[in-house]
C-alpha cells in the first residue's frame, strides 16, 4: 500500500488528498484495510516523505513548501539546513525557528522563500531523527542539581543530571551522558553512563574531544582477534602475482610512521623515458567485501591523526604489521608501473598483483638531508643515491606538467604539536615539507590519477575523488579581495585555473601569502567521494581516485577491492556489477561523512592544544599576520600557526566600519584600515582552551 499512496501522490502534483479521498480512490470498504491506510499514512508523514496540511490533505514533500534535511547549527545560535536532496540550497534557521533541534539532526522545515533577499529562511516543524543520543562534557553542581557543562558549544539548553543520575561521577569530573529528555521544561535531562577522568587527568580532552564525535577509539576483542589471524604471507597468497621481492623499492615516509602503505621505485630507461612503480600494501587481501574487518572499517572510515596519538581504521595488527611494507618483509601489494616521458606524459602504464619485498626505509628528513649534501648519510646510503636524483627530476617533470594544466598549489602551514609527559602542549612548530615529501606527493597524484582514468574508460562502477568548481560568488568575492590588495585576476563570469595559479605565484614569499591561500581555499568546494566522475577542479584532473592509502582510507580499500574483482579475477558479471550500482552511491556518501568528521575533530584537538600552548604567553607580544577579517573582529595568525581573535571591541582608537565585499575594517574618523596579509603585534589575553579560542589585543 505505502508504495501505492506514493505513486498517486506523486501523480498529484497542485492536489492534496485526504484519507476520505484515498479511501475511495483505493475502493476501501472494511475497516481492517481502513486501519492499513491510516497506519501507514501516519508512518509516511513520520517519515517525512509527505507533509499533511491544516485541511488534513496530504501531498508529497517535494511539491510543498516543506524541506527534509540536516541542520548544521553554528554556535552563535542560528544554523543551516542542508537539504536531502542535494539540489536544493541551503536554508537559513534563525535562533528562534529551531524548535529544540540540535546539531546534525535531521529536521523538517517549513521554508518560507526569500523572506530576505534571496536567500531562503525557514522554520523546523520536527526534528525527525536525532543525530546525538549522548553528551559529552564537564559535570558541576547547582542548587542540588548536577549540571553539565556540554563540550558542544552549539547545545545552548541548560543539561540537568538528578542525584541518582550521577552513577559515582563527582563535581569536575569530564563524563559521557545519555540524554533522557530532549525537552524537559526547555532543558535537557540525562543521566551519566561512564565516567571519562578528571579534567585535569592526562589525555581526558583528547579523548573527551574523540567521544565527543561518536568515534571509538578501541576495537573490540572480536575485531581484535579477528586481526590476528593474519601472521605472514602464506604461499597460497603469492599465486598470481608478480614476485617483485629482488627488486629495490623503498618506502619513505614521515619519522614517526608505522603504517607504511606505499612503496616506490624509479628508474631511468635506455630511452630516457623514467620508470615509476608504485606499489600499495593489499589490504583488500585480508579486509575481505562484509566481513568483520570490512564491517569495521567501513563504520570508521579513516585512521585519524592526532597529537600524541592515532586512531588506525585497522586494528595495529593489520595497519602496523602484515599490511605494512616494513622492509625484509614479504608483503603483498597492487601495484601501477609506468612508463612517463620528459613531459610528464604516461606513455604506457600496468596495473597488476605483486609482492614486494621492501629494500629500505627510507624517511623524508633523511631524504630531505641527502638533497642538501649531507656526507654520511650519502654513504650511508650510497646504493640509492642516483636513483634518489631520479626520482627529483621525475617529480619536477611531473609538477611542471601539472603546472601546463593549471592544477592549482596550495602552500598552507602545518602545525606539528609536541607534548610532553603530561599530555600537555610544550611546543607548536610548523610541519616542515622539503623536496621528498613533495615527490611522494607527485607519484601517489600521477598512481590515483592512472587508476581512476583506467577503469573511467571501462564504464564500471567505481568510486572516485572529487572536487567540483567554486561557485561563482565566492570566486568574485576572492577576486575584489585580490584587486584591494593589487594583485589583478582576469576574469568576469568564470576565472581559469590559470589565473588562481597565477595569483598563488604572485602573493608567494608576501605578506598577503597566508591570507590569500586562505581565502581561495574558502573559496572552493570541499573534495569528496562520489560514484560520478565530474574531475578534481582543484587538481585540474579529468579522472581522480584514491588508491594509494588503503591503510587509512576506505575508499582506497574499495578501489582496491575493485581492481581485484574487475580485472586480477576478471569478474565483470552482471551480478558483481550491480551489487556496486546499488551500494556504490552510500558508500561515497558515508566515506566523506566520515572523512568530514574525521577533519572536525583533528582540528578541533589542533586549537585546544594550540590553545593550551599560548596560554603559558598570557600578556606576551607575539608578530603576527592578519588571516582572515571579519564583521566581529579580525583573526592574526603567529609564524607559528597559532591563531587568535582580536574582538573588534578591543579595536578601541576609532569606530571600524566592515566592508564585507573587500573584507577590510575601516576606522570612521582616522580611515585606518585593517585588511587580510597585514604585519601586526599582538599581546596574548585569554584563552579558552576546552574551545580552543584565543583572544589577542593588537599593540
Same mark, same amino acid.
Given at each position: ?433 622539503? =623536496?621528498?615529501?613533495? /615527490?611522494?606527493? #607527485?607519484?601517489?597524484? *600521477?598512481? %590515483? $590519477? ?5 577503469? +573511467?574508460? !571501462? ?98 580499500? =574499495?578501489?582496491?577491492? /575493485?581492481?581485484? #574483482?574487475?580485472?586480477? *579475477?576478471? %569478474? $565483470? ?5 550491480? +551489487?556496486? !550500482? ?118
Amino acid at each position: 500500500m505505502k508504495n501505492k499512496i506514493l505513486e498517486l501522490l506523486n501523480q498529484e502534483t497542485t492536489r492534496k488528498l485526504s484519507i476520505d479521498d484515498l479511501k475511495e480512490i483505493f475502493k476501501i470498504s472494511s475497516s481492517s484495510e481502513f486501519k492499513e491506510l491510516v497506519k501507514t499514512m501516519n508512518q509516511l508523514t513520520k517519515e517525512a516523505l509527505i507533509v499533511e496540511n491544516k485541511s488534513h490533505e496530504y501531498g508529497l514533500i517535494k511539491y510543498s513548501d516543506f524541506v527534509v534535511g540536516h541542520l548544521d547549527l553554528k554556535e552563535k545560535g542560528f544554523g543551516f539546513v542542508i537539504p536531502v536532496d542535494t539540489q536544493g540550497d541551503d536554508i537559513f534557521i534563525s535562533r528562534d525557528a529551531m524548535n529544540g533541534a540540535m546539531n546534525l539532526d535531521k529536521v523538517l522545515v517549513f521554508v518560507s522563500r526569500n523572506r530576505r533577499g534571496t536567500r531562503p529562511e525557514g522554520e523546523i516543524r520536527r526534528v525527525i531523527e536525532r543525530k546525538y543520543t549522548h553528551i559529552i562534557g564537564t559535570l558541576q553542581y547547582r542548587d542540588g542539581m548536577g549540571y553539565i557543562i556540554s563540550d558542544d558549544k552549539t547545545i545552548k539548553q541548560s543539561i540537568i543530571v538528578r542525584k541518582e543520575n550521577y552513577n559515582g561521577a563527582r563535581k569536575f569530573d569530564k563524563v559521557r551522558a545519555k540524554i533522557i529528555n530532549y525537552a524537559y521544561k526547555g532543558k535537557i535531562e540525562c543521566t551519566i553512563t561512564s565516567i571519562i577522568g578528571n579534567i585535569n587527568e592526562k589525555g581526558v580532552d583528547i579523548i573527551s574531544k574523540i567521544l565527543k564525535h561518536n568515534i571509538d577509539p578501541v576495537f573490540s576483542d572480536l575485531v581484535i582477534d579477528t586481526a590476528k589471524k593474519y601472521v605472514k604471507v602464506k604461499k597460497e597468497d603469492l599465486e598470481g602475482r608478480r614476485d617483485l621481492r629482488d627488486e629495490m623499492i623503498i618506502t619513505i615516509d614521515g619519522e614517526d610512521s608505522k603504517d607504511f602503505d606505499d612503496a616506490v621505485i624509479v628508474k631511468k630507461k635506455d630511452n630516457g623515458n623514467y620508470h615509476l612503480g608504485v606499489h600499495i600494501a593489499d589490504v583488500s587481501n585480508y579486509v575481505t567485501k562484509d566481513g568483520i574487518l570490512d564491517q569495521e572499517a567501513y563504520k570508521r572510515g579513516t585512521s585519524i591523526y592526532l597529537p600524541g596519538m592515532v586512531i588506525p581504521m585497522l586494528p595495529v595488527n593489520l595497519s602496523n604489521n602484515i599490511c605494512s611494507l616494513v622492509p625484509g618483509k614479504d608483503r603483498l601489494t597492487i601495484s601501477c608501473d609506468m612508463e612517463i616521458d620528459h613531459k610528464g606524459k604516461v606513455v604506457n602504464y600496468e596495473i597488476y598483483p605483486s609482492v614486494i619485498k621492501s629494500y629500505k626505509r627510507m624517511t623524508y628528513s633523511k631524504i630531505n638531508k641527502i638533497f642538501n649534501g649531507d656526507v654520511d648519510l650519502n654513504n650511508e646510503y650510497v646504493d640509492l643515491i642516483e636513483m634518489f636524483y631520479d626520482m627529483r627530476n621525475l617529480a619536477k617533470i611531473l609538477k611542471k606538467k601539472r603546472d601546463t594544466i593549471g592544477s592549482i598549489n596550495f602552500e598552507t602551514d602545518e602545525a606539528y604539536i609536541i607534548l610532553d609527559e603530561n599530555g600537555k602542549a610544550e611546543d607548536v612548530i610548523v610541519r616542515e615539507r622539503g =623536496i621528498s615529501e613533495k /615527490l611522494i606527493e #607527485e607519484f601517489m597524484l *600521477k598512481a %590515483n $590519477q592512472v587508476v581512476a582514468e583506467h577503469v +573511467y574508460w !571501462l564504464n564500471l562502477p567505481f568510486i572516485y575523488r572529487v572536487h567540483d568548481k567554486p561557485k561563482e560568488e565566492k570566486l568574485h568575492r576572492l577576486l575584489k579581495m585580490s584587486n584591494a590588495l593589487g594583485y589583478k585576476v582576469k576574469g568576469k563570469n568564470e576565472i581559469s585555473h590559470f589565473e588562481l595559479q597565477k595569483l598563488l605565484e604572485n602573493v608567494k614569499d608576501t605578506s598577503a601569502e597566508k591570507g590569500i591561500n586562505l581565502l581561495m581555499l574558502r573559496s572552493m568546494q570541499k573534495a569528496i567521494y562520489s560514484e560520478q566522475n565530474i574531475g578534481h577542479y582543484g587538481l585540474a584532473f579529468d579522472y581522480y581516485t584514491h588508491f594509494t592509502s588503503p591503510i587509512r582510507r576506505y575508499p582506497d580499500l =574499495i578501489v582496491h577491492r /575493485l581492481l581485484r #574483482e574487475y580485472f586480477f *579475477k576478471g %569478474n $565483470q558479471s552482471t551480478k558483481v556489477i550491480d +551489487y556496486y !550500482l546499488e551500494h556504490m552511491q552510500a558508500i561515497a556518501a558515508s566515506t566523506s561523512e566520515n572523512e568530514r568528521k574525521a577533519v572536525l575533530l583533528e582540528r578541533e584537538v589542533v586549537d585546544m592544544k594550540k590553545a593550551e600552548y599560548i596560554s603559558k604567553f598570557i600578556n606576551k607580544v607575539f608578530d603576527g599576520i592578519i588571516s582572515s577579517v571579519t564583521g566581529f573582529g579580525l583573526y592574526v595568525t603567529l609564524p607559528n600557526t597559532v591563531e587568535g581573535l582580536v574582538h573588534i571591541s578591543e579595536l578601541r582608537d576609532d569606530y571600524y566600519i566592515y566592508d564585507e565585499n573587500l573584507m577590510i575594517l575601516i576606522g570612521e574618523r582616522k580611515r585606518r584600515i585593517f585588511r587580510i596579509g597585514d604585519k601586526v603585534k599582538v599581546k596574548v589575553m585569554k584563552t579558552h582552551i576546552s574551545d580552543g579560542d584565543i583572544d589577542f589585543k593588537i599593540i
